[in-house]
Protein backbone atom coordinates (compact mmCIF):
# COMPACT_ATOMS: atom_id res chain seq x y z
CA UNK A 1 0.00 0.00 0.00
CA UNK A 2 0.97 3.23 -0.92
CA UNK A 3 2.09 5.93 1.89
CA UNK A 4 0.46 8.99 2.28
CA UNK A 5 2.11 12.26 3.19
CA UNK A 6 0.97 15.89 3.82
CA UNK A 7 3.29 18.64 2.79
CA UNK A 8 2.87 22.05 3.94
CA UNK A 9 4.87 24.99 1.94
CA UNK A 10 5.21 27.86 4.75
CA UNK A 11 5.51 30.82 4.41
CA UNK A 12 5.57 34.47 5.88
CA UNK A 13 5.11 35.76 1.73
CA UNK A 14 3.54 34.12 -1.58
CA UNK A 15 5.43 30.70 -0.46
CA UNK A 16 5.69 30.39 -4.15
CA UNK A 17 9.35 30.12 -3.96
CA UNK A 18 8.78 27.08 -1.16
CA UNK A 19 6.28 25.42 -3.30
CA UNK A 20 8.42 25.27 -6.38
CA UNK A 21 11.04 23.73 -4.15
CA UNK A 22 9.56 21.57 -2.09
CA UNK A 23 7.23 20.36 -5.04
CA UNK A 24 10.40 19.24 -7.75
CA UNK A 25 12.02 17.56 -4.53
CA UNK A 26 9.01 15.76 -4.14
CA UNK A 27 8.47 14.23 -7.13
CA UNK A 28 12.11 12.60 -7.19
CA UNK A 29 9.61 10.44 -4.55
CA UNK A 30 7.83 7.46 -6.60
CA UNK A 31 5.44 5.62 -4.41
CA UNK A 32 4.38 8.32 -1.79
CA UNK A 33 0.73 9.94 -2.25
CA UNK A 34 1.12 13.32 -1.51
CA UNK A 35 -1.12 16.10 -0.53
CA UNK A 36 0.46 19.60 -0.61
CA UNK A 37 -0.58 22.18 1.24
CA UNK A 38 0.30 25.74 0.47
CA UNK A 39 0.54 28.09 3.56
CA UNK A 40 0.91 31.91 3.08
CA UNK A 41 1.41 34.42 5.01
CA UNK A 42 2.36 33.20 8.26
CA UNK A 43 3.61 36.18 9.55
CA UNK A 44 2.28 35.74 13.27
CA UNK A 45 2.70 33.86 16.00
CA UNK A 46 -0.73 33.23 16.05
CA UNK A 47 -0.62 32.00 12.28
CA UNK A 48 2.38 29.81 13.03
CA UNK A 49 0.17 28.15 16.17
CA UNK A 50 -2.53 27.54 13.99
CA UNK A 51 -0.21 25.86 11.32
CA UNK A 52 0.60 24.00 14.19
CA UNK A 53 -2.67 22.41 14.64
CA UNK A 54 -3.21 21.68 10.96
CA UNK A 55 0.22 19.31 11.03
CA UNK A 56 -0.97 17.89 14.21
CA UNK A 57 -3.96 17.04 12.22
CA UNK A 58 -2.49 16.29 8.90
CA UNK A 59 -0.24 13.82 11.17
CA UNK A 60 -2.96 11.97 12.62
CA UNK A 61 -5.14 11.39 9.29
CA UNK A 62 -1.70 10.43 7.46
CA UNK A 63 -0.76 8.16 10.39
CA UNK A 64 2.53 9.78 9.31
CA UNK A 65 4.44 12.73 10.15
CA UNK A 66 3.83 15.46 7.85
CA UNK A 67 6.44 17.39 5.65
CA UNK A 68 7.00 21.00 6.12
CA UNK A 69 9.11 23.47 3.53
CA UNK A 70 9.57 26.68 5.05
CA UNK A 71 10.75 30.15 3.72
CA UNK A 72 10.53 32.41 7.16
CA UNK A 73 12.56 35.24 7.48
CA UNK A 74 11.52 36.01 11.47
CA UNK A 75 13.27 33.59 14.42
CA UNK A 76 10.18 33.68 16.62
CA UNK A 77 7.67 32.83 14.04
CA UNK A 78 10.41 29.86 12.40
CA UNK A 79 10.84 28.58 15.93
CA UNK A 80 7.40 28.26 16.68
CA UNK A 81 7.31 25.89 13.12
CA UNK A 82 10.60 24.31 13.74
CA UNK A 83 8.80 22.68 16.92
CA UNK A 84 6.25 21.07 14.96
CA UNK A 85 6.13 16.93 15.39
CA UNK A 86 6.90 16.84 11.83
CA UNK A 87 10.28 16.93 9.56
CA UNK A 88 10.44 20.54 8.84
CA UNK A 89 13.06 21.56 6.24
CA UNK A 90 13.90 25.30 6.58
CA UNK A 91 14.78 26.31 3.15
CA UNK A 92 16.05 30.31 4.09
CA UNK A 93 17.88 29.30 7.77
CA UNK A 94 20.21 26.83 6.57
CA UNK A 95 21.69 28.80 3.54
CA UNK A 96 21.86 32.17 5.22
CA UNK A 97 25.01 31.34 7.39
CA UNK A 98 27.20 29.77 4.53
CA UNK A 99 26.26 33.00 3.22
CA UNK A 100 27.10 35.70 6.00
CA UNK A 101 30.26 33.41 6.39
CA UNK A 102 31.34 34.02 3.43
CA UNK A 103 30.07 37.36 2.41
CA UNK A 104 31.24 38.95 6.17
CA UNK A 105 28.17 40.57 6.89
CA UNK A 106 24.99 39.82 9.02
CA UNK A 107 21.64 39.18 6.68
CA UNK A 108 19.06 41.87 7.68
CA UNK A 109 16.47 39.41 8.53
CA UNK A 110 13.64 41.68 6.39
CA UNK A 111 10.18 40.20 5.66
CA UNK A 112 9.70 40.65 1.92
CA UNK A 113 12.52 41.87 0.27
CA UNK A 114 11.56 39.99 -2.98
CA UNK A 115 8.78 39.64 -4.55
CA UNK A 116 7.19 42.89 -3.17
CA UNK A 117 6.36 46.04 -5.31
CA UNK A 118 8.47 48.08 -3.43
CA UNK A 119 10.40 48.59 -6.34
CA UNK A 120 8.22 50.50 -8.44
CA UNK A 121 10.29 50.59 -11.53
CA UNK A 122 10.46 47.30 -11.78
CA UNK A 123 7.03 46.56 -11.03
CA UNK A 124 6.08 49.05 -13.55
CA UNK A 125 8.24 47.17 -16.30
CA UNK A 126 6.64 44.01 -15.49
CA UNK A 127 3.10 45.50 -15.85
CA UNK A 128 4.31 47.25 -18.90
CA UNK A 129 5.45 43.97 -20.40
CA UNK A 130 2.11 42.37 -19.93
CA UNK A 131 0.78 45.24 -21.57
CA UNK A 132 2.73 44.80 -24.80
CA UNK A 133 2.53 40.88 -24.82
CA UNK A 134 -1.55 42.15 -25.38
CA UNK A 135 -1.21 44.27 -27.59
CA UNK A 136 0.86 42.39 -29.83
CA UNK A 137 -0.36 39.10 -29.70
CA UNK A 138 -1.26 37.43 -32.43
CA UNK A 139 -0.11 39.80 -34.52
CA UNK A 140 -2.94 42.45 -33.95
CA UNK A 141 -0.44 45.22 -34.08
CA UNK A 142 2.70 45.59 -35.75
CA UNK A 143 3.12 48.88 -34.72
CA UNK A 144 6.14 49.61 -32.34
CA UNK A 145 7.67 46.30 -32.78
CA UNK A 146 11.22 48.37 -32.61
CA UNK A 147 10.41 48.33 -28.69
CA UNK A 148 9.70 44.03 -28.56
CA UNK A 149 12.48 42.69 -26.94
CA UNK A 150 11.82 39.44 -28.70
CA UNK A 151 8.98 38.62 -31.72
CA UNK A 152 7.64 35.03 -31.90
CA UNK A 153 6.57 33.51 -34.96
CA UNK A 154 5.33 29.96 -35.56
CA UNK A 155 1.89 28.55 -36.80
CA UNK A 156 -1.17 28.76 -35.27
CA UNK A 157 -1.47 27.34 -31.97
CA UNK A 158 2.26 26.22 -31.85
CA UNK A 159 2.36 28.20 -28.15
CA UNK A 160 3.41 31.82 -28.62
CA UNK A 161 0.40 33.19 -26.68
CA UNK A 162 1.31 31.91 -23.38
CA UNK A 163 4.84 32.26 -23.93
CA UNK A 164 4.83 35.97 -24.59
CA UNK A 165 2.81 36.31 -21.46
CA UNK A 166 4.82 34.43 -19.49
CA UNK A 167 8.17 36.35 -20.81
CA UNK A 168 6.44 39.26 -19.53
CA UNK A 169 5.06 37.67 -16.51
CA UNK A 170 8.10 36.02 -15.12
CA UNK A 171 11.10 37.93 -16.31
CA UNK A 172 9.99 41.28 -17.47
CA UNK A 173 10.98 40.74 -21.32
CA UNK A 174 8.62 42.56 -23.94
CA UNK A 175 7.89 39.92 -26.37
CA UNK A 176 5.50 40.42 -29.41
CA UNK A 177 4.30 37.15 -31.57
CA UNK A 178 3.06 37.13 -35.08
CA UNK A 179 1.87 33.98 -36.70
CA UNK A 180 2.79 32.14 -39.84
CA UNK A 181 0.04 31.67 -42.10
CA UNK A 182 -0.50 29.79 -45.73
CA UNK A 183 -0.07 33.10 -47.59
CA UNK A 184 3.59 33.20 -45.92
CA UNK A 185 3.89 29.66 -47.48
CA UNK A 186 3.15 30.14 -50.53
CA UNK A 187 5.39 33.19 -51.15
CA UNK A 188 7.96 31.52 -49.13
CA UNK A 189 8.47 35.35 -47.65
CA UNK A 190 8.32 36.43 -44.08
CA UNK A 191 5.54 38.71 -43.16
CA UNK A 192 6.89 42.24 -44.67
CA UNK A 193 5.95 43.61 -41.09
CA UNK A 194 8.08 41.82 -39.75
CA UNK A 195 11.75 41.59 -42.73
CA UNK A 196 13.00 44.65 -40.71
CA UNK A 197 13.17 42.84 -37.46
CA UNK A 198 14.87 39.40 -38.21
CA UNK A 199 17.10 39.42 -35.33
CA UNK A 200 14.57 39.65 -32.89
CA UNK A 201 12.62 36.81 -34.63
CA UNK A 202 12.58 33.13 -33.18
CA UNK A 203 10.22 30.47 -34.02
CA UNK A 204 7.82 28.37 -32.25
CA UNK A 205 7.03 24.61 -33.74
CA UNK A 206 5.19 21.81 -32.40
CA UNK A 207 4.80 18.00 -33.39
CA UNK A 208 2.04 17.86 -35.86
CA UNK A 209 0.02 14.95 -34.30
CA UNK A 210 0.00 17.23 -31.22
CA UNK A 211 -0.77 20.51 -33.07
CA UNK A 212 -3.95 18.44 -34.72
CA UNK A 213 -5.40 17.26 -31.10
CA UNK A 214 -4.76 20.83 -29.83
CA UNK A 215 -6.72 22.46 -32.94
CA UNK A 216 -9.20 20.00 -33.14
CA UNK A 217 -10.50 21.07 -29.55
CA UNK A 218 -10.64 24.60 -30.27
CA UNK A 219 -12.09 23.91 -33.72
CA UNK A 220 -13.48 20.21 -34.22
CA UNK A 221 -13.66 19.33 -37.29
CA UNK A 222 -12.30 22.26 -39.52
CA UNK A 223 -9.97 21.60 -42.05
CA UNK A 224 -7.65 23.88 -40.47
CA UNK A 225 -7.19 21.13 -37.49
CA UNK A 226 -6.50 18.19 -40.34
CA UNK A 227 -3.58 16.48 -39.73
CA UNK A 228 -2.67 16.83 -43.39
CA UNK A 229 -2.93 20.44 -42.99
CA UNK A 230 -1.15 20.58 -39.51
CA UNK A 231 1.50 18.24 -41.19
CA UNK A 232 1.68 20.85 -44.18
CA UNK A 233 1.48 24.05 -42.19
CA UNK A 234 4.65 22.08 -39.83
CA UNK A 235 6.68 21.32 -42.99
CA UNK A 236 6.15 24.60 -44.54
CA UNK A 237 7.13 26.46 -41.40
CA UNK A 238 10.14 24.89 -40.35
CA UNK A 239 10.98 25.34 -43.96
CA UNK A 240 10.56 28.73 -44.16
CA UNK A 241 12.21 29.69 -40.52
CA UNK A 242 15.51 27.00 -42.00
CA UNK A 243 15.53 29.38 -44.92
CA UNK A 244 15.66 32.56 -42.99
CA UNK A 245 17.50 31.67 -40.80
CA UNK A 246 15.49 32.28 -37.66
CA UNK A 247 16.29 30.09 -34.43
CA UNK A 248 13.28 27.64 -33.55
CA UNK A 249 12.52 25.37 -30.91
CA UNK A 250 9.87 22.29 -31.12
CA UNK A 251 7.28 22.99 -27.49
CA UNK A 252 5.82 19.97 -27.93
CA UNK A 253 7.12 18.01 -24.71
CA UNK A 254 7.78 21.41 -23.28
CA UNK A 255 6.58 23.16 -20.38
CA UNK A 256 5.82 27.09 -20.65
CA UNK A 257 8.53 27.69 -18.62
CA UNK A 258 11.21 25.61 -20.24
CA UNK A 259 10.14 27.29 -23.51
CA UNK A 260 10.14 30.83 -22.13
CA UNK A 261 13.85 30.10 -20.41
CA UNK A 262 14.89 28.37 -24.10
CA UNK A 263 13.97 31.35 -25.92
CA UNK A 264 15.47 33.88 -23.32
CA UNK A 265 18.96 31.61 -23.31
CA UNK A 266 19.34 31.46 -26.82
CA UNK A 267 18.42 35.12 -27.98
CA UNK A 268 20.68 36.07 -25.17
CA UNK A 269 17.85 38.25 -23.54
CA UNK A 270 18.58 39.22 -19.61
CA UNK A 271 15.80 38.12 -17.47
CA UNK A 272 14.73 40.21 -14.53
CA UNK A 273 13.72 38.37 -11.55
CA UNK A 274 10.63 39.38 -9.02
CA UNK B 1 33.20 50.69 -0.67
CA UNK B 2 30.79 48.35 -1.91
CA UNK B 3 32.07 44.20 -2.06
CA UNK B 4 30.91 43.07 -5.72
CA UNK B 5 29.98 39.24 -6.04
CA UNK B 6 28.27 37.03 -9.25
CA UNK B 7 25.74 35.09 -8.37
CA UNK B 8 25.08 31.70 -10.95
CA UNK B 9 21.78 30.17 -10.59
CA UNK B 10 22.32 26.86 -12.18
CA UNK B 11 20.01 24.06 -13.12
CA UNK B 12 19.48 21.30 -15.54
CA UNK B 13 16.09 22.52 -16.53
CA UNK B 14 14.87 26.05 -16.02
CA UNK B 15 16.97 27.21 -13.22
CA UNK B 16 13.97 29.29 -11.93
CA UNK B 17 13.38 27.69 -8.60
CA UNK B 18 17.49 27.94 -8.20
CA UNK B 19 17.17 31.85 -9.12
CA UNK B 20 13.66 32.58 -6.94
CA UNK B 21 15.68 30.71 -3.70
CA UNK B 22 19.01 32.35 -4.42
CA UNK B 23 17.57 36.24 -5.18
CA UNK B 24 15.49 36.16 -2.26
CA UNK B 25 18.02 35.18 0.41
CA UNK B 26 20.62 37.43 -1.76
CA UNK B 27 18.08 40.39 -0.91
CA UNK B 28 18.72 39.84 2.82
CA UNK B 29 22.00 41.25 2.45
CA UNK B 30 22.55 44.86 1.93
CA UNK B 31 25.71 46.37 1.35
CA UNK B 32 26.99 44.21 -1.56
CA UNK B 33 26.40 44.47 -5.55
CA UNK B 34 25.51 41.26 -6.95
CA UNK B 35 25.40 40.37 -10.28
CA UNK B 36 23.03 37.91 -10.55
CA UNK B 37 23.72 35.09 -13.38
CA UNK B 38 20.92 32.58 -14.75
CA UNK B 39 22.84 29.39 -16.36
CA UNK B 40 19.83 27.06 -17.34
CA UNK B 41 20.18 23.42 -19.03
CA UNK B 42 23.38 22.36 -17.21
CA UNK B 43 22.67 19.19 -18.64
CA UNK B 44 26.17 17.13 -19.65
CA UNK B 45 29.47 17.60 -17.93
CA UNK B 46 30.84 19.66 -21.08
CA UNK B 47 28.67 22.82 -19.95
CA UNK B 48 29.23 22.09 -16.71
CA UNK B 49 33.16 22.40 -17.21
CA UNK B 50 32.51 25.47 -18.99
CA UNK B 51 30.66 27.07 -16.42
CA UNK B 52 33.63 26.52 -14.25
CA UNK B 53 35.32 28.97 -16.29
CA UNK B 54 32.81 31.10 -16.24
CA UNK B 55 33.09 31.13 -12.34
CA UNK B 56 36.86 31.33 -12.47
CA UNK B 57 36.31 34.56 -14.74
CA UNK B 58 33.69 36.37 -12.52
CA UNK B 59 36.28 35.58 -9.28
CA UNK B 60 39.10 37.38 -11.24
CA UNK B 61 36.93 39.98 -12.32
CA UNK B 62 35.16 40.65 -8.55
CA UNK B 63 38.15 40.13 -6.76
CA UNK B 64 35.94 37.57 -4.80
CA UNK B 65 34.61 34.02 -4.76
CA UNK B 66 31.32 33.79 -6.50
CA UNK B 67 27.56 32.53 -5.08
CA UNK B 68 26.39 29.48 -6.83
CA UNK B 69 23.14 28.11 -6.45
CA UNK B 70 22.71 24.81 -7.47
CA UNK B 71 19.31 22.61 -8.47
CA UNK B 72 20.87 20.04 -10.49
CA UNK B 73 19.94 16.53 -9.78
CA UNK B 74 22.24 14.51 -11.65
CA UNK B 75 25.34 13.41 -9.12
CA UNK B 76 28.21 13.83 -11.58
CA UNK B 77 27.15 17.15 -13.04
CA UNK B 78 26.56 18.28 -9.51
CA UNK B 79 30.22 17.13 -8.31
CA UNK B 80 31.90 18.93 -11.44
CA UNK B 81 30.04 21.84 -9.96
CA UNK B 82 31.00 21.73 -6.55
CA UNK B 83 34.42 21.79 -7.47
CA UNK B 84 34.07 25.32 -8.38
CA UNK B 85 36.38 28.34 -6.46
CA UNK B 86 33.06 29.38 -5.05
CA UNK B 87 30.48 29.19 -2.39
CA UNK B 88 28.61 26.48 -4.03
CA UNK B 89 24.80 25.70 -2.21
CA UNK B 90 23.03 23.08 -3.15
CA UNK B 91 19.38 23.69 -2.62
CA UNK B 92 18.52 20.44 -3.72
CA UNK B 93 20.82 17.42 -2.40
CA UNK B 94 20.87 18.95 1.11
CA UNK B 95 17.40 18.04 1.62
CA UNK B 96 17.59 14.74 -0.27
CA UNK B 97 18.94 12.87 2.36
CA UNK B 98 16.68 14.01 5.40
CA UNK B 99 13.73 13.03 2.94
CA UNK B 100 15.01 9.62 2.21
CA UNK B 101 15.37 9.07 5.55
CA UNK B 102 11.71 10.56 6.59
CA UNK B 103 10.09 8.75 3.94
CA UNK B 104 12.31 5.59 4.22
CA UNK B 105 12.84 5.36 0.21
CA UNK B 106 15.28 6.08 -1.98
CA UNK B 107 14.74 9.42 -4.68
CA UNK B 108 15.34 9.15 -7.89
CA UNK B 109 17.58 11.22 -9.02
CA UNK B 110 15.48 11.74 -11.83
CA UNK B 111 16.08 15.38 -14.05
CA UNK B 112 13.34 17.37 -14.74
CA UNK B 113 10.51 15.62 -13.28
CA UNK B 114 8.78 18.87 -12.85
CA UNK B 115 8.07 22.01 -14.79
CA UNK B 116 7.84 19.55 -17.47
CA UNK B 117 4.78 19.25 -20.16
CA UNK B 118 4.93 15.39 -19.05
CA UNK B 119 1.70 15.56 -17.49
CA UNK B 120 -0.23 16.66 -20.59
CA UNK B 121 -3.32 16.90 -18.48
CA UNK B 122 -2.00 19.72 -16.22
CA UNK B 123 -0.16 21.59 -19.13
CA UNK B 124 -3.61 21.69 -21.09
CA UNK B 125 -5.15 22.69 -17.86
CA UNK B 126 -3.03 25.76 -18.01
CA UNK B 127 -2.93 26.59 -21.79
CA UNK B 128 -7.13 26.61 -21.57
CA UNK B 129 -6.58 29.36 -18.34
CA UNK B 130 -4.65 31.11 -19.80
CA UNK B 131 -6.92 31.67 -23.18
CA UNK B 132 -10.18 31.80 -20.62
CA UNK B 133 -8.45 34.66 -18.95
CA UNK B 134 -7.59 36.40 -22.71
CA UNK B 135 -11.15 35.52 -23.70
CA UNK B 136 -12.94 37.11 -20.53
CA UNK B 137 -10.63 39.76 -20.00
CA UNK B 138 -12.35 43.66 -19.11
CA UNK B 139 -15.22 42.27 -19.64
CA UNK B 140 -14.84 41.71 -23.40
CA UNK B 141 -17.21 38.33 -22.73
CA UNK B 142 -19.56 37.66 -20.07
CA UNK B 143 -20.40 34.12 -21.95
CA UNK B 144 -19.26 30.89 -19.90
CA UNK B 145 -18.48 33.14 -16.54
CA UNK B 146 -20.07 29.65 -14.58
CA UNK B 147 -16.70 27.87 -15.92
CA UNK B 148 -14.59 30.72 -13.89
CA UNK B 149 -12.92 29.71 -10.58
CA UNK B 150 -12.51 33.35 -9.41
CA UNK B 151 -14.09 36.79 -11.08
CA UNK B 152 -11.92 39.83 -10.35
CA UNK B 153 -13.60 43.31 -10.83
CA UNK B 154 -12.41 47.27 -9.50
CA UNK B 155 -11.97 50.10 -11.23
CA UNK B 156 -9.72 50.15 -14.92
CA UNK B 157 -6.03 49.92 -14.01
CA UNK B 158 -6.16 48.50 -10.54
CA UNK B 159 -4.29 45.21 -11.51
CA UNK B 160 -6.93 43.16 -12.86
CA UNK B 161 -5.44 41.64 -15.72
CA UNK B 162 -2.16 40.75 -14.91
CA UNK B 163 -3.37 39.14 -11.97
CA UNK B 164 -5.82 37.14 -13.84
CA UNK B 165 -3.00 36.24 -16.16
CA UNK B 166 -0.98 35.24 -13.56
CA UNK B 167 -3.37 33.10 -12.00
CA UNK B 168 -3.72 31.13 -14.92
CA UNK B 169 0.29 31.04 -15.96
CA UNK B 170 1.33 29.87 -12.51
CA UNK B 171 -1.67 28.42 -10.38
CA UNK B 172 -4.22 26.96 -13.60
CA UNK B 173 -6.55 28.54 -12.14
CA UNK B 174 -9.48 30.49 -14.25
CA UNK B 175 -9.88 34.09 -13.87
CA UNK B 176 -12.01 36.33 -15.80
CA UNK B 177 -12.31 40.12 -15.27
CA UNK B 178 -14.77 42.78 -15.23
CA UNK B 179 -14.43 46.40 -14.98
CA UNK B 180 -16.19 49.00 -12.18
CA UNK B 181 -17.38 51.71 -14.54
CA UNK B 182 -18.88 55.20 -13.56
CA UNK B 183 -22.52 54.18 -14.64
CA UNK B 184 -22.41 51.28 -11.77
CA UNK B 185 -21.52 53.76 -9.29
CA UNK B 186 -24.73 56.15 -10.31
CA UNK B 187 -27.05 53.16 -9.96
CA UNK B 188 -25.27 51.74 -6.69
CA UNK B 189 -25.92 48.43 -7.98
CA UNK B 190 -23.33 45.32 -9.77
CA UNK B 191 -23.28 44.85 -13.27
CA UNK B 192 -26.08 43.26 -13.92
CA UNK B 193 -24.23 40.50 -15.87
CA UNK B 194 -22.35 39.34 -12.36
CA UNK B 195 -25.45 39.46 -10.03
CA UNK B 196 -25.64 35.41 -10.11
CA UNK B 197 -22.14 34.98 -9.46
CA UNK B 198 -21.59 37.16 -6.25
CA UNK B 199 -19.85 33.94 -4.42
CA UNK B 200 -17.08 34.28 -7.10
CA UNK B 201 -16.51 38.08 -7.10
CA UNK B 202 -13.11 39.45 -5.89
CA UNK B 203 -12.23 42.88 -5.76
CA UNK B 204 -8.73 44.74 -6.14
CA UNK B 205 -8.66 48.37 -5.28
CA UNK B 206 -5.52 51.05 -5.07
CA UNK B 207 -4.39 54.03 -4.07
CA UNK B 208 -5.89 56.96 -5.94
CA UNK B 209 -2.83 58.61 -6.33
CA UNK B 210 -0.87 55.72 -7.48
CA UNK B 211 -3.96 55.18 -9.99
CA UNK B 212 -3.77 58.64 -10.63
CA UNK B 213 0.28 57.81 -11.76
CA UNK B 214 -0.59 54.72 -13.64
CA UNK B 215 -3.81 56.17 -15.76
CA UNK B 216 -1.29 59.12 -16.77
CA UNK B 217 1.11 57.01 -18.45
CA UNK B 218 -1.91 55.37 -20.17
CA UNK B 219 -4.00 58.47 -21.29
CA UNK B 220 -1.79 61.99 -20.58
CA UNK B 221 -3.87 64.53 -19.67
CA UNK B 222 -7.38 62.63 -19.86
CA UNK B 223 -10.14 63.39 -17.32
CA UNK B 224 -10.02 59.82 -16.97
CA UNK B 225 -6.80 60.00 -15.35
CA UNK B 226 -7.17 63.07 -13.47
CA UNK B 227 -6.79 62.63 -9.54
CA UNK B 228 -10.32 63.80 -8.26
CA UNK B 229 -11.71 61.32 -10.88
CA UNK B 230 -9.75 58.54 -9.31
CA UNK B 231 -10.38 59.41 -6.01
CA UNK B 232 -14.32 59.49 -7.27
CA UNK B 233 -14.06 55.75 -8.76
CA UNK B 234 -12.29 54.46 -6.17
CA UNK B 235 -14.01 55.88 -3.19
CA UNK B 236 -17.42 54.43 -4.92
CA UNK B 237 -15.83 51.12 -5.95
CA UNK B 238 -14.83 50.54 -2.64
CA UNK B 239 -18.39 51.27 -1.25
CA UNK B 240 -20.17 48.95 -3.56
CA UNK B 241 -17.84 46.33 -2.66
CA UNK B 242 -18.95 46.86 0.60
CA UNK B 243 -22.58 47.18 0.00
CA UNK B 244 -22.21 44.13 -2.27
CA UNK B 245 -20.09 41.84 0.70
CA UNK B 246 -17.61 41.40 -2.04
CA UNK B 247 -14.22 40.68 -0.25
CA UNK B 248 -11.21 43.20 -1.95
CA UNK B 249 -7.26 43.26 -1.48
CA UNK B 250 -5.90 47.15 -1.92
CA UNK B 251 -3.03 46.09 -4.49
CA UNK B 252 -1.28 49.76 -4.19
CA UNK B 253 2.22 48.06 -2.49
CA UNK B 254 1.99 44.73 -3.38
CA UNK B 255 3.56 42.51 -6.09
CA UNK B 256 1.48 40.34 -8.82
CA UNK B 257 2.87 37.03 -6.97
CA UNK B 258 1.14 38.57 -3.77
CA UNK B 259 -1.97 39.85 -5.41
CA UNK B 260 -2.25 36.29 -7.04
CA UNK B 261 -1.65 34.58 -3.52
CA UNK B 262 -3.83 36.96 -1.71
CA UNK B 263 -6.66 35.90 -4.21
CA UNK B 264 -6.55 32.07 -4.18
CA UNK B 265 -6.13 32.22 -0.23
CA UNK B 266 -9.29 34.27 0.59
CA UNK B 267 -11.49 32.65 -2.41
CA UNK B 268 -9.95 29.51 -1.02
CA UNK B 269 -9.45 28.27 -4.05
CA UNK B 270 -6.98 25.15 -4.90
CA UNK B 271 -3.82 26.21 -6.79
CA UNK B 272 -1.55 23.92 -8.85
CA UNK B 273 2.07 23.85 -9.14
CA UNK B 274 3.74 23.81 -12.54
Do not use: W
Not at 20 to 47: A, C, I, N, R, Y
Not at 144 to 167: F, H, M, N, Q, W
Not at 172 to 194: C, H, I, K, T
Not at 229 to 250: K, S, W
Request: charged share 25%.
Amino acid sequence: MLQKRTAFYVSDRTGITAEMLGHSLLTQFEGVVFTETPVPFVDSLEKAQELLRRIDDARDTDGKRPLVFTTLVDPEISAVVASADALVLDCFEIFIAPLEAELGIKSSHTVGRSHSAADVVDYHRRIEAVNYALAHDDGVSTRDLTEADVILVGVSRSGKTPTCLYLALQFGVRAANYPLVPEDFSSMRLPSQLRSFRAKLFGLTINADRLQHIRSERKPGSSYATLPNCQFEVREAEALMRQEGIPYLDTTTKSIEEIATHVLHEAKLVRHIY
